[in-house]
């Protein structure tokens, strides 16, 4: 069976009904849905239960206390409202032109409403003289104002409120708006929910953490974020569910975690055998930086402690996480336990695969390469091997994971990776084995604090901060497609000095054909200024089979080729010290991780290295944002924390979003550190008092973390 790996962020967020019944209810039976407007909302929005719609929560809201006056209506302006008096009616245009036009009054100025559709409707519900607010969004047209289909409230609501205050805005597709369910439509469901189950809702964290937190009760909070009384109770329903949704998250991770640790025995690496030393004092080249000094005592203090290790080691690119990693499977192989290294992508594991096999020169150490290649023949010898335990080390890719791949001690698993490995990832390894292997998770792309902890927030961290010595800092350019000449120029001096070039096309998988396209022809072009047989060009894509790319791959290595074309395949792991210039075609439409993984290619000689993004003369302001920090810094952290901030979502009225890349409803990784971090404290503090979450006055926390699904909740079934 294989397993699917899907992106890290694919967490579990524990959104499921509360202990009251009455939402885990149809939404069907809810006034005002029905079973075909239920269909619609569980096919648009995934919303099935009483519950969902209520968590279902606006994206922002519009401040309604504001009014302007018709004479202060600009051209260009976006949502306003006005309130006045229709003084009277008329019709416009012929067929489909045809038109109701309102003329409003308020007092002081003139407006138009017009409407193409819904016209009788219109009619019979809109009367002359009776005080509106009118909202939307105003044209100016010969100095007249006009509103396209506006809402048209009346001022004095039939509960006897006043319309304004903060209004909700709910996300709606465009088949739902075309059956009458827009923004307004669900904010008249969350009404009715709000009258039906509002008073019964009950609490989701235990009322006196909720009191001394100072934390807005759940029934207020779930009020008003939907209908807020006021901007500061918003803030503070926004605080409360924000922070009981980032509280579950780090109440399961911490609970697997010290679950793990008290229920887990670890293989104990008692032993610095022969083969740890004999790499030590013979085969490694150069001496270890400090800080992987450190990380390797950090690992071995792990490996011997008699509990199971999960950490994860963050550094950035070239520091030199390969070569700790490396190390650690020797300490497995001194202890008589298998251990393996699963990368992200096959050039990767035939890369790892081969800096092994040479650094493990003489040592007797047996090293096989598990991928998506290997031929059947070759993967039942491999397995023969494994399940004798002959075969020490396995390097390979998420073939691994598959459940043919049986191990006889399988000690050590070394997780290389570029945040694609979640946490249900990660417990099928632990299935690997009756008594789970230790587990090392290595990525290239330092993470933000906050996204650490709750991507990773079960494992400990180790932190290599340091490159080997001698690593001259990357020069960092930006030019626009213009100047393509100048950077032509640049490369055959380059090359002259006896460099070599990468040059990169996103290959992205919505337009993959054009990308392939501009791939080839980019190619092509090479070619002609960069002729045979002055010049040797290599390409390298992901539809290449195996071999080609091998063999391209190799002639570059072995400096036969000046110039490889590639797309992204390349980003990781690919290690040629004599390539010091890397040039990123439509730097633009890549991420900024990716481009410092890029970017990490290069600057792994002595030489001078350069990096230059290629893009177009327009660029969005994210996109300026994105190349001027490339340009500025080479430190990996601090292009994360851009990175993260970049992809929060930017679209603010005073408003919530939705988070990032998780599935948060209500929190945002970016933005929400230090709520994160608060939680993660409390939930902390609970877990080192209460590990099993067995007090009385943790009842509530278990009974809603046993309603995780999947692979990864924390199992208290298991414990008795
Ligand atoms: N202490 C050191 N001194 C000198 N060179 C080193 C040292 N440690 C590692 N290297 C070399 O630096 C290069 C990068 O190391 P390695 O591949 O282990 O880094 P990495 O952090 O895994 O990189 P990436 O994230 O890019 O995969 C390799 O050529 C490696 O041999």
Redesign the pocket.
């Known amino acids: 069976m294989s397993v699917r790996i899907s992106p890290v962020f694919a967490l579990e967020i524990p959104y499921f009904c509360s202990v009251d019944k009455l939402q885990d209810s149809d939404l069907k039976f809810l006034p005002g849905v029905g079973p075909k407007k239920a269909e619609l909302l569980k096919k648009e929005l995934k919303l099935a239960t009483f519950g969902d719609l209520l968590y279902y929560f606006p994206f922002k809201y519009i401040d309604r206390s504001r009014f302007l006056t018709i004479a202060q209506i600009e051209e260009d302006m976006s949502f306003v409202q006005v309130k006045g008096r229709i003084t009277s009616f008329s019709f416009a245009g012929e067929g489909n032109r045809k038109r109701l036009v309102a003329f409003f009054s308020d007092g002081v100025g003139i407006a138009e409403l017009v409407w193409f559709k819904g016209i009788k409707w219109i009619q019979q519900k809109v009367a002359v003289n009776t005080p509106y607010i009118v909202f939307g969004k105003p044209t100016i047209f010969n100095g007249r104002v006009s509103f396209v289909h506006p809402d048209v409230e009346v001022v004095l609501k039939e509960d006897g409120t006043i319309s304004g205050g903060l209004q909700p805005y709910y996300n709606t597709s465009e088949k739902m708006k075309s059956a009458f369910l827009n923004s307004k439509a669900v904010a008249k469901l969350q009404e009715n929910l709000q009258k039906l189950i509002g008073p019964k809702i009950v609490e989701r964290m235990p009322e006196d953490l909720v009191g001394s937190l100072k934390l807005m009760p759940l029934r207020d909070a779930l009020l008003n974020i939907h209908f807020p009384r006021s901007a500061d109770l918003l803030r503070k329903a926004q605080l409360r569910l924000k922070f009981e949704e980032l509280f579950y998250i780090q109440l399961n991770l911490l609970a697997q975690k010290k679950y793990r640790q008290k229920k887990i025995n670890g293989h104990v690496f008692s032993k610095v055998g022969e083969s740890f030393n004999n790499f030590y004092s013979s085969n490694l080249p150069?001496?270890?930086?400090e800080a992987?000094k450190r990380v390797l005592r950090e690992i071995r203090k792990d490996l011997g402690s008699g509990r199971q290790m999960n950490r994860l080691l963050q550094?950035d690119?070239?520091?030199?996480?390969?070569?700790v990693g490396l190390m650690a499977m020797l300490l497995a192989s001194d202890n008589s336990f298998q251990s393996c290294l699963m990368a992200p992508t096959e050039i990767l594991a035939n890369q790892h695969y081969k800096t092994i096999v040479d650094f493990l020169d003489g040592l007797g150490v047996s090293v096989g390469l598990l991928t998506g290649s290997t031929k059947k023949a070759e993967r039942r010898k491999l397995f023969a091997l494994l399940e004798s335990g002959e075969l020490q080390l396995l390097i390979g890719t998420h073939a691994l994971l598959e459940d043919t791949v049986q191990f006889k001690d399988l000690g050590l698993v070394i997780v290389d990776e570029q945040q694609r490995f979640g946490v249900a990832q990660r417990a099928k390894l632990w299935e690997k084995n009756t008594n789970p292997p230790h587990v090392l998770v290595?990525t290239?792309t330092p993470i933000p604090r906050t996204l650490a902890m709750t991507v990773y927030g079960d494992l400990e961290v180790s932190v290599i901060d340091e490159l080997?010595?001698g690593r001259k800092p990357i020069r960092t350019m930006h030019y626009f497609d213009s100047k393509r000449l100048k950077v032509f120029g640049f490369m055959r001096e380059q090359i002259k000095l006896g460099r070599q070039i990468y040059l990169v096309y996103p290959l992205i998988k919505e337009s993959e054909k054009m990308d392939f396209k501009d791939l080839q022809d980019g190619y092509a072009s090479i070619v002609l200024e960069f002729p045979p047989p002055e010049y040797t060009v290599v390409v390298v894509h992901g539809q290449m089979k195996p071999d080609e790319k091998d063999f391209s791959m190799g002639q570059f290595a072995a400096g036969k080729a000046q110039i490889m074309v590639a797309t992204t395949v390349i980003e990781?792991?690919v290690?040629v010290?004599n390539a010091s210039v890397m040039i990123i075609e439509s730097a633009e439409r890549f991420g900024l991780s990716q481009l410092h993984q890029l970017r990490?290619r290069v600057g792994?000689g002595a030489d001078q290295s350069f990096c230059i993004l290629m893009t177009g003369n327009k660029l969005s302001s994210d996109s300026r944002k994105r190349m001027s920090t490339m340009v500025s810094t080479n430190d990996g952290f601090e292009i994360a924390e851009v990175d993260l901030a970049l992809r929060g979502p930017g679209d603010m009225e005073g408003t919530m979003q939705s988070g990032m890349a998780f599935d948060l409803k209500i929190a945002n990784i970016a933005k929400d550190g230090q709520i994160l971090s608060w939680a993660r404290n409390v939930a902390e503090e609970i877990v080192d008092e209460d590990p099993l979450l067995d007090m009385d006055k943790n009842r509530i926390l278990k009974a809603e973390l046993t309603r995780f699904k999947g692979r990864d909740s924390y199992d208290f079934s298991q414990i008795s």
């Open positions: 150069f001496s270890l930086t992987q550094g690119v070239g520091s030199g996480k390969t070569l290595m290239a080997p010595p990781v792991g290690n010290p990490g792994r």
